[in-house]
């Protein structure tokens, strides 16, 4: 028979076992956190109809979609979780209760060109409130509590959770007589960081066409400063002259105002006028989220209120706010940056029982027994010398081996061999099973081990 | 803006929240199960090279599979996790440790034609143990153990593993000279539930070309019925004719006898001569599992023994056993009966806490003591009347409301609801929590209600 080659495409990240343990770790700790927000598990198809999708359209997502013909059908494979959304709450309106929450982790499909650390297929993890018609404020002050639980959950200390509200950016823009031309300084203004402000200022004004003062008036707004309480003094500066900037001021104080009652240090929160969020679509509070020693990697995690979640499926009007965490990515750079934590397990067993010899049935109760305990076990049921028995031990990386020879049977006993000090005690199975439960427990660090 | 009717592809499974979560919950139990048996979590991509996934081809597979082109790549949806298991094998032989033993839960993806209670895309449950070389019947003998605690751990009693082994089939077909017509043979003994022995045997002389005697001696075998004990030794009967024949029934005895120490009940156990499993691929020890009050609903956890998991991909001769469960045909069905359990509560959230007015940052703390608590708690945020509030707690179904007015705040209190009972309670946040504990902690009951 001819051999085929076997391979993964590029673009896909296939795991081995061990770091997938570590991947579902992390996802763990986003579903347990997200669900006690009240948000509902959510799973929609991989593949809609390719109308659905595209009902946007524009170009770089027409051109990443996987789309294709099955029969008659249009197919494509969704490239984001938030199109989904929009089209399940369209059709199952009637059926749900709004505000309506739910998380959805998933993966996403963009047929970007192949690239080191680029994914085509990628998890997303996403959170998202819809209301009907209305959507209160305290929503958008809860998210970043949401958020904050998240990253400490990962480990994580040193993040920033940076929060604007784009009323505040469109009431600025009018109050200048800048409105028409705001996308184009939004977009000139997110370069800030990687051009500096000298050269936004000449791109303002030789190609949005602004005065030198309204450049300079511009770049004053956003190097506002200091603490929240700074930012917000400043901001209050501007108060008054346009209707839109009150109003998002006064959102963007329920936000930081309500973060202590939320449990949100103010170490781990900044209101930062410089985040704008590329896409149309926001209209209330953005977010990102930047882990503070890795600039380079950029926000880990985004959003913000929008208005209109569903206009291209129904009338209705479905305001909402959510935030998406690109998990793969993410994934991706803590393992790149050596953040992960390997001094966690990542053998898919707590303990392997090795059977010494004889008939297997003293061995099987006694990983059922540990098993009843709680711990994952592993039976090992190969004919091997004892060297290779724990040469398989030591590549698999479990924490334990159990041994039980005939006089471990005889004497009711097996012996426990901690893999990683080499200590070995024979004791009792219910004996076993606490001891390893003690070890594990001590050994219950956080995902993410900042340096 | 013109609108989109919103809708779901025919044939993909899309559930109301309430479902979802009783889906999620069969998910963990099946996640938790095969962890405990030192089973790795994996994931594939869902996309494949085609060349890849179609290694075998054959009519059906060639027919349903969602193939697509992609720039210049000939790509394709995998239709099971087998062969992406067997191309992961041979792909990272070298980094694996053996026997390895992988769970996934994913969804595979099949154009068949739309039908009630077929599905497209659809999440199988597999769980395989791949040896380098050889691997132990021990293994075999695990899995019936596997499924007893995967549908035990459902809330089923009524179930039985049906096992059975290809080369105690095979032996007997070669003892009584029909070796060559034993593909035929099998495929006709298959129809024997749905069309009886007497048309089974005119097919076994019209169309398989044997005579009378041969064609008794067939329903003879596999009218051999009994306790398992039983069953065994009507084999015993066979033995000392073919080898095959005799290595077979060692294997059967191997996995029948050890049961106990599995904690397998003999009423959920049977071997079953008349399981002989479609495929080819199999080798030796063959199972299926039914539900004893549904037996129209067909196998709903079937798999075996193979000799060469990754041929097409590699040299290496890795040997496995495996099982799949089709959990969303499975769920479908479930549903479909009303067996699962809908006292277990469905709602996103254990508590929704509604303020009653004023600043909202008690409500907020409140909130976050609950959760601390370990509860998953809803902050409602809406300026509404109280009458629309307690309808919103309604339609969600969540057990519990917890308010908070003036008067609570000031007593350092809250108001706890019980949605279902009516009762109402002013106690202070820790006394809530464990109060929310208690009822949810009565009222764990299993997914599935046998009737």
Known sequence: MEIIRPRTLSGFMELLPGKQIQFERMAEILRKTYASYGFAPLDTPIIEDAQILLAKGGGETEKQIYRFQKGDSDLALRFDLTVPLAKYV???????AFPFRRFQISKVYRGERAQRGRFREFYQADIDIIGDGKLDILNE???PAIIYKVFTGFGLKKFQIRVNNRKILN???????????SGDIMRTVDKLDKIGAEKVRVILMEDCGLTGDQADEILKFIAIRGTNAQVLAALEGYAGRNEMFDLGLSELKAVALNLAAFGVPEANFAVDLTIARGLDYYTGTVYETTLLDHPEIGSVCSGGRYDDLAGYYTERKLPGVGISIGLTRLFYVLDEQKLLNDALPTAPADALVLPMGG????????????????????LYGEQKKFKQKMAYADKL??????LLGEDEIAAGKCSVKNMRTGEQITVTPAEAAAHIQ????ANNGPVILEK
Chains 1, 2 share one sequence.
Not at 90 to 96: C, D, Q, S, T, V
Not at 359 to 377: M, Q
Request: include cysteine; aromatic fraction near 6%; proline fraction near 6%.
């Open 90 to 96: 369209a059709l199952h309106a009637n059926e749900l």
């Open 141 to 143: 002050a809860e998210i």
């Open 171 to 181: 009431g600025f823009y009018a109050m200048n007589g800048l409105s028409e031309k």
């Open 359 to 378: 008939e297997p049935g003293p061995a099987i109760a006694l990983a059922e027994s540990l098993r009843c305990a709680g711990l994952r076990v592993m």
């Open 397 to 402: 990386g479990v924490p334990f081996a159990v």
């Open 438 to 441: 003690n070890v594990l427990a």
